[in-house]
Nanobody
Framework: QVQLVESGGGLVQPGRSLRLDCAAS????????MGWYRQAPGKQRELVAT???????NYADAVKGRFTISRDNAKNTVALQMNSLKPEDTAVYYC????????????????WGRGTQVTVSS
């Protein structure tokens, strides 16, 4: 059974930094893209950043230049470094792993973490 576990959320003041980490566990053969999404109260879940297995990245316009996504293919982990945080970054952040091929079925499947709260407030 594949599971994604996020860590690193919390309360931070505007302008400060925070790092989110996500680890995928299970008998994983390969993972396609990994990414971070967020959902603020009363809003739909939105893309924050994604990274392919070849480390090609994509960012939402709202976080370009402030957030950096990275991954370790050997460890099946993805991280999100968030700098210059703003109150509008407040949301639950979800880790996503797309097209995961794992035992026992080896059928490409998408997985989500349970989310971690990030609150930016003075």
């Amino acid at each position: 059974q594949v599971q994604l576990v996020e860590s690193g959320g919390g309360l931070v003041q505007p302008g400060r930094s925070l790092r989110l980490d996500c680890a995928a566990s299970g008998s994983i053969f390969s993972i396609g893209a990994m990414g971070w999404y967020r959902q603020a109260p009363g809003k739909q879940r939105e893309l924050v950043a994604t990274i392919t297995s070849r480390t090609s990245t994509n960012y939402a316009d709202a976080v370009k230049g402030r957030f950096t996504i990275s991954r370790d293919n050997a460890k099946n982990t993805v991280a999100l470094q968030m700098n210059s945080l703003k109150p509008e970054d407040t949301a639950v952040y979800y880790c996503n792993a797309a097209r995961v091929v794992a035992q026992p079925n080896f059928v490409p499947t998408d997985y989500w973490g349970r989310g971690t709260q990030v609150t930016v407030s003075s």
